[in-house]
Every structure is written in C-alpha cells, then in structure tokens.
C-alpha cells in the first residue's frame, strides 16, 4: 500500500530552526510537496522537490532523497506565525497526491 | 499562482436538506479538479476526483449518490452534499491543476466549512 508518514506534532522556540521528516513508500513518484494549514484554512503551497537535493526558499527549505524515501522540510528563524500544519504530499505514478497527516508545528516564544 | 475560490465559504443547514458547493478556477482552466474532506485535527482525504466532462472518480467509502459532482465546464466544479446529516459537518475543500504549470501542483480553494443541525 501507500504509506506516507510524518511525526504527529512537534514544538520549537521562536527564532529557532526546526526539521520536520516525511518518509514515503508509494507506487511511483513524480514529485514531493510540502504545505502550510492554518487552523479552518486551506492548505497554501510551500515546496516541490523532484530532484535529490535541497530547494531552498527564504526562510523554508526542502529536501528530498528519492533512494531513502525521505523528505524534510527545514524552518529557519521560526516565527509565531510559523504555527500551523505542515502536510507532506507526494504524487504517484498516477499523478494523485497522497497526503500525509500532517504534523502540527507549535512554536514557543 | 493559479487561483482557485469556492463559495460558500460556511454554510449551515437542517438535517435532510441538500447543499451545492461551487468550486472555480478564476484565471486557468482546469481539467481535472479535486474535492477534499477534512474532519477537525485530521488530515485532508480524498473523497473525488472531478474531471471536465465525464463521471468523476470516486473514492473508496465514499457514496456517489450522497456527494454528487458535476464538472460542466473547465472552471467549474460542483458539489453537492443530498440528504445532509450532522455527520456529514465538515470542511470540504477542493483544488485544482493547472495543466499549464511545470509541476503537478494544487491549487486549493479557500474551503467551505459545512455545519448541519
């Protein structure tokens, strides 16, 4: 089956820099994303990786292993906005999104 | 980006009624269009996947005779929720692809968030 997995919650301080891993085992792979949700919003767009390596972007940086099934997405100077959900999605050989739960980002001050 | 709204963005209704949620790309067409469920502290699941033209695609549990989907035209796509039950209250969010973009990305909706009494 498919199976996307990724811790359920974690928290970091305010200006810190935290790791959040994604593992995947999927029937295929035509790409990796990571998105940010609010609580009651929709999800909005971070990162695609389909290529081994960082993808770095401001203050987010995503990285992927396509051999390990492995991704992170790394937070830089976390802010308390920064608190929301981090959900790690990737497509298959169908080109359908499979999400994972999602891990709930609790920044401290 | 691609944007993509939805209307209504809250709705509340009585046990056995029928609600249609609309979901638009404003500024692409989007062949293929996705209708989400998120139940509170869960993740997003996948109910159908609506494609311009023809049946949509539904997901395993989910009944095709209770979330209706009709995807008339490149920048629309309804749902409609028949016969709703409180357990039926949740956020349904849909999303979309531009099939003009370099990657395989999403586009959601804002989200309507569906309360039946």
């Known amino acids: 089956g498919q199976n996307i997995d990724q811790p359920t919650e974690m928290t970091a301080t305010e200006g810190a820099i935290v790791q959040i891993n994604c593992t995947y085992q999927t029937s295929g792979f035509n790409g990796l994303f990571w998105y940010q949700q609010h609580a009651g919003e929709a999800p909005t767009f971070l990162s695609y990786?389909?290529l081994d390596g960082l993808e770095e972007k401001g203050r987010f940086s995503s990285f992927l292993s396509r051999s390990k099934g492995y991704s992170y997405l790394l937070l830089k100077e976390l802010q308390m906005k920064d608190s929301a959900s981090y959900l790690c999605a990737v497509t298959d050989s169908n080109y359908q999104l499979i999400w994972g739960a999602g891990t709930k980002l609790i920044i401290k001050p | 980006g691609a944007v993509v709204s939805q209307h209504p963005s809250w709705v509340i209704c009585k046990s056995g009624t029928s609600v249609k949620i609309e979901c638009r790309s404003l500024?692409?067409?989007?062949?293929?269009m996705f209708w989400y469920r998120q139940f509170p502290k869960q993740s997003l699941m996948l109910m159908a996947t609506s494609n311009e033209g023809s049946k949509a695609t539904y997901e395993q549990g989910v009944e095709k005779d209770k979330f209706l989907i009709n995807h008339a035209s490149l920048t629309l796509s309804t749902l409609t929720v028949t016969s709703a039950h409180p357990e039926d209250s949740s956020f349904y969010i849909c999303?979309?692809?531009?099939?003009?973009?370099?990657?395989?990305?999403?586009?959601f909706g804002p989200g309507t968030r569906l309360t039946v009494l």
């Open positions: 999303s979309a692809r531009d099939p003009s973009g370099d990657t395989n990305e999403q586009f």
């Open positions: 500024d692409f067409q989007a062949t293929t």
């Open positions: 990786n389909v």
